[in-house]
Nanobody, 119 residues
Framework: QLRIVESGGGLVQPGQSLKLSCTLF????????IGWFRQAPGKEREGLLC???GLVDSEKDRFYISKDYTKNTVYLQINGLESEDTGVYTC?????????????????WGQGTEVTVSS
């Protein structure tokens, strides 16, 4: 059974950088599509980035995903944190290799890690 564990969240100041971890237990990284999602207070969950077998890493604006195969872990690097980045960050996986921002098609979810950006 696939299990996902996120870590790395916390209280940070604007302008700082943060690296979140998504460790998967029970499946290899390249057997899945793995996405990072964020749910800000009072808002719907949104997809940030996704990585799969054919995508070693991915980036969008201030967000960057990378893989560490030795640790079976996917990282989300966030640079230049803003107050709007506050929310619960959750790692999810689905049992095919197609990446999408649609959270409804992801099968497995971690518990999430909370990020609060405040001065």
């Amino acid at each position: 059974q696939l299990r996902i564990v996120e870590s790395g969240g916390g209280l940070v100041q604007p302008g700082q950088s943060l690296k979140l971890s998504c460790t998967l237990f029970g499946a290899a990284l390249d057997s899945l599509a793995i996405g990072w999602f964020r749910q800000a207070p009072g808002k719907e969950r949104e997809g940030l980035l996704c990585v799969n077998k054919g995508l070693v890493d991915s980036e969008k604006d201030r967000f960057y995903i990378s893989k560490d195969y030795t640790k079976n872990t996917v990282y989300l690097q966030i640079n230049g944190l803003e107050s709007e980045d506050t929310g619960v960050y959750t790692c999810a996986a689905k049992l095919d290799w197609s990446c999408t921002a649609n959270s409804e098609v992801f099968n497995y979810w971690g518990q999430g890690t909370e990020v609060t950006v405040s001065s």
